[in-house]
C-alpha cells in the first residue's frame, strides 16, 4: 500500500514538473516571438522598399509608399483575386504606380512579379518577387544572372506598339532564352497586362 502511494506522489510529481516545463516553454517562445516579430516586419518592410526602389526610383517620389497603397480585384489583368499597389507622389503629384502582378502561366508555375509604371505610362522597372522556372534557363529573369528583365525599361504600351509586346518568336521584339521561351512569354504577357491596365483605369489609380 506504501509503495502504491509513493508511486502516485513520484507520477504526480513527474506530471507536475512536466507541466511546468510546458509553462515555461510557452511562455518563453510567446517572449521570444513578441521580441523578434517587429523586428521581423522591419527586415520584411525594409526589404520590400529595397525592390520598390529598383522599379521605382527613390529620387521620383517622396511620400511613403508602402503607407500609400491600395488592393484592388483586377485578376484577368493583374493575375490574383486581390494585389496591392504603392502610390508613388512627388509632392503630393502622382509619381508613379508600383505594382504586385503575376504571370501565371510560367514553365513552372505562378512567377510573381513588382512592376513600376510612370505616371506616363512608360515603365519605369520590373522586378521577380519569386519563381520556381528552371535553374539555367527560366531564371535568367533574375538581375543577378541575366540584364533580360531590365529590357522592359522606359517601355509604353500604345495601340500602335501593341503587337511587339511579345517575344521574337511570336513577332514581337523581346528576346527569348535559348532552350526557354515559356518563361519570357509569361513574363512579357503579364507586364503587357499590368500596362493595359493602367491605361484602363488611368488617375483613379491615385484616388
Do not use: C
Amino acid at each position: 500500500m506504501k509503495s502504491e502511494l509513493n508511486l502516485q506522489q513520484t507520477m504526480l510529481r513527474a506530471a507536475g514538473l512536466l507541466s511546468l516545463f510546458v509553462v515555461v516553454s510557452v511562455g518563453l517562445l510567446i517572449g521570444v516571438n513578441a521580441f523578434t516579430k517587429p523586428k521581423i516586419a522591419e527586415a520584411e518592410r525594409l526589404a520590400l522598399l529595397q525592390t520598390i526602389n529598383q522599379v521605382m526610383p527613390a529620387e521620383r517620389y517622396n511620400n511613403s509608399l508602402i503607407e500609400d497603397s491600395i488592393e484592388v480585384e483586377a485578376p484577368e489583368f493583374l493575375g490574383a483575386n486581390q494585389t496591392r499597389i504603392y502610390r508613388a507622389r512627388l509632392d503630393n503629384q502622382p509619381a508613379g504606380l508600383v505594382i504586385e502582378t503575376i504571370a501565371p502561366n510560367g514553365y513552372s508555375g505562378n512567377i510573381y512579379l513588382l512592376v513600376g509604371v510612370l505616371a506616363d505610362g512608360t515603365v519605369a522597372g520590373v522586378r521577380v518577387l519569386s519563381h520556381r522556372e528552371t535553374p539555367g534557363l527560366g531564371d535568367k529573369i533574375e538581375l543577378r544572372k541575366d540584364n533580360w528583365i531590365l529590357s522592359f525599361n522606359g517601355k509604353n504600351l500604345t495601340t500602335d506598339n501593341a503587337r511587339r509586346w511579345a517575344v521574337k518568336r511570336d513577332r514581337g521584339e523581346f528576346d527569348q532564352f535559348t532552350g526557354a521561351t515559356i518563361t519570357p512569354r509569361a513574363i512579357v504577357g503579364a507586364v503587357r497586362n499590368t500596362l493595359e491596365y493602367v491605361n484602363q483605369q488611368g488617375a483613379q489609380l491615385y484616388d
